[in-house]
């Protein structure tokens, strides 16, 4: 029924940038907290960021000062915009959103995106 799909992802040099999008899409009535999260090889999946309906916002202490996130709600869109990109970066980055599907009262659910590959390296 709700779809995320990332893109945005790719090959980039150290200091460079990258700005990820994620569109959901489907019988969406309400979409709240956005997040992206990230795992690099062989490490746990952690959060980068996230930004509520009222556009409170939230970062890892990794990617402060770097990152930021941002969202389009009339476009159901959430964004990443990554400066100053690092090594240690590099790691699939995975949308995810609360959201309400149907009416207003269904249950929110979590809803994931398959992920999009960011590498940074010269």
């Known amino acids: 029924q709700v779809q995320l799909v990332e893109s945005g992802g790719g090959l980039v040099q150290p200091g460079g940038s990258l700005k990820l999008s994620c569109v959901a899409s489907?019988?969406?009535?309400?979409?709240?907290?956005m997040r992206w999260y990230r795992q690099a090889p062989g490490k746990q999946r952690e959060l980068v960021a996230n930004?509520?309906?009222?556009?409170?916002?939230n970062y890892g202490d990794s990617v402060k000062g770097r990152f930021t996130i941002s969202r389009d709600n009339p476009k159901n869109t959430v964004y990443l915009q990554m400066n100053s990109l690092k090594p240690e970066d590099t790691a699939v980055y995975y949308c995810?959103?609360?959201?309400?599907?149907?009416?207003?009262?269904?249950?929110?659910?979590?809803?994931w995106g398959q992920g999009t590959q960011v590498t940074v390296s010269s």
């Open positions: 995810n959103a609360d959201i309400r599907v149907g009416g207003i009262l269904t249950t929110v659910r979590d809803y």
């Open positions: 489907g019988n969406i009535f309400s979409i709240y907290t």
């Open positions: 930004i509520g309906s009222g556009g409170s916002l």
